[in-house]
């Protein structure tokens, strides 16, 4: 258990819809990540939040946003949804503010989203 | 051409191969190289981390790196069913920059 905790673990929706995925980050961890998995384009990055603030960008999609509340949790806000956004949906977190040199992030079970 | 490529796969193998993974990259800047695993229906983990070139063991794994060739590979000795999982590269440059991951391998070891 990496002590990463995402939910839902699956959602199952509507093109045009919007959903709200969300993850508690382990205790004491201040950076969350969202990353995106899918066959074709593998674990591609989103987004990071540090202590609130977000801290660097990746592929992420302007129908796509996040934040990152006082209490440390994430969420990732997708709408608009097209039948290419269905794919598994991971929030990792670590303790620092940069993404660590020895690539430890502790990664939740994701979240599958299927876009029909 | 994409950062980091990795052999799609499927592999499988018999119980007690000894397996090798690749990933080659393109970005000479990468000097942080990971191995990550993702067992089915879970996230990835960290299996192994190097710093630049060289070999480092951990058990029955083995990450080799070779920046001059820009080619990363994991081994794995006296495979069990237990590693059956998904095997995915990532990389890193310097300490601003962000992980960038392979597609990822799905090895299967057969009992």
């Known amino acids: 258990d990496s002590g990463v905790t995402q939910t839902p673990k699956h959602l199952i929706t509507a093109t045009g819809q919007r959903v709200t995925l969300r993850c508690s980050p382990r205790?004491?961890?201040?950076?969350v990540y969202w990353y995106q998995q899918s066959l074709d384009q593998g674990l591609q990055f989103l987004i990071q939040y540090y202590n609130g603030e977000e801290r660097a960008k990746g592929n992420i999609l302007e129908r796509f946003s996040a934040q990152q509340f006082p209490d440390l949790h994430s969420e990732l806000n997708l709408s608009s949804l097209e039948l290419g956004d269905s794919a598994l949906y991971f929030c990792?977190?670590?303790?620092?503010?940069?993404?660590?040199?020895?690539?430890?992030?502790?990664f939740g079970e994701g979240s599958r989203l299927t876009v029909l | 051409q994409k950062e980091v490529e990795q052999d799609p796969g499927p592999l499988s193998v018999p119980e007690g191969a000894i397996v090798s993974l690749n990933c080659t990259y393109s970005n000479s800047a990468f000097q942080y190289f990971m191995w990550y695993r993702q067992y089915s229906r879970k996230g990835p983990e960290l299996l192994m981390y190097?710093?630049?070139?060289g070999n480092k063991e951990d058990g029955r794994f083995t990450a080799q790196v070779d920046k001059s060739s820009k080619y990363i590979s994991l081994f794995i000795r006296d495979s069990q069913p237990s590693d059956s999982a998904t095997y995915l590269c990532a990389m890193k440059a310097g300490a601003n920059s962000k992980l960038t991951f392979g597609k990822g391998i799905t090895l299967s070891v057969r009992p």
């Open positions: 190097t710093y630049s070139s």
């Open positions: 990792a977190s670590s303790v620092g503010f940069v993404t660590p040199n020895t690539g430890e992030l502790f």
């Open positions: 205790s004491g961890d201040l950076s």
